[in-house]
Each structure stands twice: as structure tokens, then as C-alpha cells.
């Protein structure tokens, strides 16, 4: 990804762990009637209003050094393959996963694992292999997992705190319902913890023990057809803070999950009658067709440290939040201007219900950076309304036109510049009446 916005990785990027789409992706396919808008421009001239009051400079986008970036929006993705099916349903999930903060307002460091699930794979970067393999897990469809903890400071001052919080979906109830109480006991086995519950909460079964660095309470909960689970780890001063901090991860995933539009199964689609497409749409809002992509030569190259698992992706303003540097501010404005679809891929996409909200994304992005240390930096030639900083090692580089706001980074200032010009050009022959 591109820019600081998502960093629990790096400083430029989010690792996303491994992400392999076989043995449950093989045997479950999804079917999805989700809506679609069409991505035809309204407007291929720079410089024109994308709607009355919303002036903009005029620029000469032929003047425009855009380098070797593609300079125009690519193909509509049409449907998901068997291969990354259920990493798009994932990321659809990540807006019903709770973020960190809203359990603990102090938890806004974003960490690993924060990623889509996609089978025992990547469950066992978030449980000991014993749990994440337990029989139950075959039957396991995929999820997500979010992980945040304190800032640095606490740790000087004795207030380190930090959570995982993950949702794995399952074939059944059953089925979910045997994988929490499997996780829970082997997890429990491993770490030589301690069995209990939470009253009120008698679907849930906690694992409390001892850590190097403190006290952990760990939760398994079946909901429905999903196993959430909450790892939750303070000092010893601050353990009053376990029992309700877990609670509240609980209830508030509870509520979430409960409104996940989650893609039947084939065998849950045939239970309803449903007939149709048995994958879901991707990019369904058509808004990851502006987004700059990686080249070929980036994608093939190993040592390119592209979070191939994080890439051609589209989130909801919770989504965002989990892998930001800035979580709090994210969430708060892509909620308030409704940009309910956001892309991910070499550059990040934002589309703000009208031109006022992209101008609010863009003066709250870069107030955030500058709080966090970043300096303002010239513009592109030619592209005044881009805005660029620098931390001294990487360039960021933000533009808005109509709706739209592109974000991308680089090591070299030059490479940044062509970025964001090649951004604004495609975003000249976006649609600006997208849903």
C-alpha cells in the first residue's frame, strides 16, 4: 500500500502475512448479489468543477510528468476467482471487525497480525499451531484479525496494553460452536491457563494466565456461524482492566458481526432458494479501477516487499482504520464525508460523498502527518493542488479532484511526483457520480 496512512508494517507499508486461498477455498465457493455502479468518466478535462462550488485550478494534465504510471482507469475486475475469493469477502468483513480503539481508546498503535484470515494457515500467526489446527478448524470458511496496542510512551510509563481481535466465520453453527470450545481447550493446554467464563456471557469461554510481560485474558465465543476471539494483555497493576475490557470486546463485536452481509455459501445459497453468480464482485463500487497499480515487474520481484495479501483491495472506513498509523482520525473522517469504499493497491483511493468531504479528507491527512513529525514539501510541476511531505525518508504526496483523493508514497521525491500526477490524471476521467 501506498502511504503512511496504512502502516502497521512499515513506514510505507502493511504486511499482511501469509494469505492462501486452498483446501477450505477449494471446497467452499460464495455466491454474492451485491450492486455495482459503472465507472464511465463524467469528465475527461482537467480543471472543470466536479460540481457547482467546487472550484478547482486548472491544470495542463498533457504537461504533466506522469513517467511510465498508467495514466487511465483500468478495466472493471468483474468477479472473484477461486484463488482470491476469499480475500475480497474478508476484506468486506473487515468493516464489521471491531478496531481496537473503540474497546480501549488507548490502543492505537495498529500491529501484527492485522489481516485477512483465509484458513488455519493464518491462524496460527494468531494462535499457537495446537489451537489453530484443531479438527474443527476444517471447517473453517475465513475471517479477519485486528491487532493494536498502547503507544511507545506507555510502555515508559507502565501502561503497555494490547489486543487482538479476531472473527473467523465457520460452515455452521455447529460447527462454530465445537471450534471455540477446541481453540479454547488447546490454547488453554498450551499455555498452561486457566478455564473460565464471564458472567452474562455464557456462550464464552475464557483463558487467563501469566505472561512475561504481565496478565492475558484470552476469550473463544460462538456467534451463529462465527468463532470471535479477543486476546487482551496488561501489567500486573493494570489487570482490573482485563474482565471489562473483554467484555466490551464481546458485546461490540457481537452487535458487529451481527450485520455483516456475509456471501452465502454454496450450500447456504441452495438453503435459501438463491440462484446466480456463485462469486462475489470485485470492486463492486468500482472505485479500485483509480487506484495506480504495482507492475508486473514489482509484482514478480520477491524482494519487492509488496503486502501481496493487502493489495488490489477495497475497504470501509473500519477497514482503513485497522492498519493506519492514525486510527482514530481515519475512521472518524471517511465515516463523516461517506467514503464508505476505499482502495488499496500502489496508490490509495478515497471517495468522499461530495467535493467538500475529499477537501476535509485531504487537510485532516495532512494535519495528522504533521502531527506525527512530518514537514510539508513542494508541489509536482504543473499540479498545485497536490500536496506533498516528507519525513526524511519517504515522500507522501495527497490530490483530490471532484469526490476523489489519491494518496501514494515513494523513497524519491521524483517517483512521488509522477505518482500523484498520474493520479490526478485518471481521477480527470473518474466517475463523479459513483456510488
Not at 499482511?16 to 455466491?31: E, N, S
Not at 459503472?38 to 468543477?49: F, M, N, R, W
Not at 464464552?204 to 465465543?221: C, E, P, Q, R
Not at 481515519?330 to 500502489?346: H, I, P, R
Request: net charge neutral; proline share 7%.
Amino acid at each position: 500500500m501506498s502511504s503512511r496512512r496504512t502502516a502497521a508494517g512499515s513506514t510505507t507499508t502493511h504486511r499482511a502475512g501469509r494469505a492462501t486461498a486452498v483446501g477450505v477455498a477449494a471446497a467452499v465457493a460464495l455466491v454474492l448479489a451485491g450492486c455495482s455502479v459503472d465507472g464511465e468518466p463524467t469528465s475527461d478535462v482537467a480543471g472543470k468543477a466536479a460540481s457547482p462550488g467546487a472550484a478547482e485550478p486548472s491544470v495542463d494534465v498533457s504537461a504533466l510528468d506522469t513517467g511510465t504510471y498508467p495514466t487511465a482507469p483500468r478495466p472493471p475486475f468483474g468477479t472473484a476467482t477461486q484463488e482470491n475469493i476469499l480475500q475480497i469477502e474478508g476484506q468486506r468483513m473487515a468493516q464489521f471487525i471491531v478496531v481496537p480503539f473503540e474497546v480501549d481508546e488507548d490502543l492505537t498503535k495498529a500491529g501484527m497480525p492485522t489481516m485477512v484470515i483465509t484458513g488455519p494457515s493464518n491462524v496460527r500467526l494468531v494462535l499457537d499451531r495446537s489451537a489453530a489446527d484443531v479438527p474443527a478448524n476444517k471447517a473453517m470458511v475465513g475471517g479477519y484479525v485486528a491487532t493494536a496496542s498502547t503507544p511507545p510512551e506507555s510502555l515508559r510509563a507502565g501502561t503497555k496494553r494490547a489486543l487482538n481481535n479476531m472473527v473467523v466465520r465457520y460452515l455452521t453453527p455447529a460447527d462454530a460452536t465445537t471450534a471455540a470450545k477446541q481453540m479454547a481447550n488447546a490454547t488453554a493446554a498450551n499455555a498452561k491457563g486457566r478455564i473460565g467464563t464471564l458472567p452474562g456471557l455464557p456462550g464464552t469461554i475464557t483463558v487467563s494466565h501469566d505472561s512475561t510481560d504481565g496478565k492475558v485474558l484470552m476469550a473463544f465465543t460462538p456467534r451463529n456461524n462465527y468463532v470471535l476471539y479477543q486476546w487482551y494483555e496488561t501489567t500486573p497493576a493494570q489487570q482490573d482492566r482485563l474482565e471489562p475490557t473483554i467484555r466490551t470486546a464481546v458485546e461490540k463485536q457481537s452487535a458487529l458481526i451481527d450485520k455483516f452481509p456475509a456471501t452465502p455459501t454454496k450450500a447456504e445459497a441452495a438453503a435459501r432458494g438463491i440462484t446466480g453468480p456463485t462469486r462475489p464482485q470485485m470492486d463492486q463500487n468500482h472505485v479500485l479501477i483509480y487506484a495506480l497499480p504495482y507492475s508486473e515487474e514489482e509484482l514478480k520481484n520477491p524482494q519487492s516487499g509488496i503486502p501481496r495479501g493487502s493489495i488490489q483491495a477495497v475497504y470501509g472506513p473500519r477497514g482503513m482504520a485497522h492498519q493506519s498509523s492514525d486510527p482514530v482520525t481515519d475512521f472518524n473522517v471517511l465515516t463523516e464525508v461517506g467514503s464508505t469504499a476505499n482502495a488499496v493497491d500502489k496508490s490509495t483511493v478515497y471517495r468522499a460523498s461530495t467535493p467538500e468531504g475529499a477537501t476535509k479528507i485531504v487537510d485532516t491527512f495532512l494535519a495528522s502527518n504533521r502531527n506525527a513529525g512530518w514537514t510539508d514539501a513542494g508541489s509536482p510541476p504543473g499540479l498545485p493542488s497536490a500536496k506533498c511531505q516528507t519525513n526524511s525518508t519517504v515522500f507522501f504526496c495527497i490530490v483530490q479532484k471532484g469526490r476523489y483523493v489519491g494518496s501514494v508514497s515513494a523513497r524519491e521525491e521524483k517517483d512521488a511526483f509522477q505518482q500523484i500526477s498520474a493520479q490526478y490524471v485518471i481521477f480527470t476521467k473518474a466517475d463523479q457520480n459513483a456510488n
